[in-house]
């Protein structure tokens, strides 16, 4: 008898495991999804990570990408990152993270390193480089709702991957991560490259953000030497014209006692100076470096992160954290727009603010909805969900359902409009509606695959009604 219960025990468990790590499988799936690409360029099929961002199944826009090394290893800490700066703090756009298998150490090592004539330790990077161009890019950009928009990241050997992509490719990515690079790679061979490339080119322009932690001897400062070598001995020359003006001055002053004509001389050396060093030698602001000391090389990859991509999409973040008229709004879109040659979604938080901001002012915030419709059609739904929740403050509760209604109709797969408007009418002892509308919630919800803590919300709803 034990023994039979004892075996029936053992089966639920295994029922409940299976059934535990199915959803949890299919929970997984929304976020993270394993794919691969046939590659002729390596001769094989190389597999990759996929994170989606929090709205992904929930609307049609499209997403900026971090491509990064190394993703069977890294992936999992970056995918949290991008969730805490995207979807969580709103400092950054949310985004889609690509992690490239490695495929195991060998090959990953192979992969990262650069083919330099006469050294037996060369790899295969810019075979690589023309893999992830040619083949991933262009399968990532068919099969997922990507915006023209590519990040390139790694950490250590990725780190030199990424600087001799930038070397090769300076304008294929819009920006580059070096982590920690390791570009002591076989005596700083890299740097040789690196000064021919920037030589070669002055007008040479990528945007690269470096990290290191406190460590030495990983080449960085070299490797910055170079590529700011010619700049730096422009600057040093027109400081010289600068300084011997000055002192030419003086001595005219000594020997002549005049005057007016070294005075001419100074401001005519300074000018020419000025002129040079500001608007016809270029500042290197094509490398941007940065010490984290208190991290070390393995935890440098967050912080490091953190700094680049909220660096990177700072003119995305709305200063103010709230529009204070239709022109505000206007004013973003367009320097958005121009600096990134395209837009992104805006922050939830920023139409909130905006919602309570203006509460009293609906005029401003119907010229606001009408400008979101044609620049942000992604964002009218959040922001009239928020409109309903302020008019329900203000006691306008008719207002506040019109507003909701109409964003069921202009918007039937906005999850929180539904939920919003259930909680109305649960409140107007109106059950059997209110039922229905959190049914249809919770169904949206759950097939546009929302974080559970999106879902909780509307459980509760569901269970207040079911009281």
Sequence with gaps: MHNFQWITMKQIYILFLFFSLGIHAQIDEFSFVRDSVSSEILHESRQFSVFLPASYYASDQTYPVLYIMDGDYNFHYVSGILE??????????????????????ETYKRNCKPQIAGIADSGNAEEFANFIAKELMPYVNTQYKTADYNILAGHSLGGLFVMNTVLDKPHFFNNYIAISPALWWENNAINAKAEKTVANNPNYITDVYMSLANERGMGIDSFLGEVTNNILKNKVVIFGIAILSLLGAFLWVLVTRKKRLPLLLVFLGVGISVYLFFFFIPTNSNFKFKQFSNENHNSVGAPTYKWALNSIFKTWKVSDDYFSSEQELVAHYDEVLKHFGQTFSLQNGVLANTVYKLQENPTELEKIQTKLKSLYPNS??????QW????????????????????????PENFYAYDALAKIELENTNKSIADSLSNKALQLSKSENARQWQINEFLETKAKINQ
């Excluded at 009218?380 to 969900?385: L, P, T």
């Design 84 to 105: 805490l700066q995207a979807s969580i703090s709103e400092n950054i756009p949310e985004m889609i993270l690509i992690g490239i298998s490695g495929k195991g150490s």
């Design 380 to 385: 009218v739904a959040y922001f009239n969900v």
């Design 388 to 411: 309903a929740s302020r008019l329900l403050a203000l006691d306008s509760k008719t207002e506040a359902i019109n507003v909701l209604n109409e964003t069921i109709t202009d918007y």
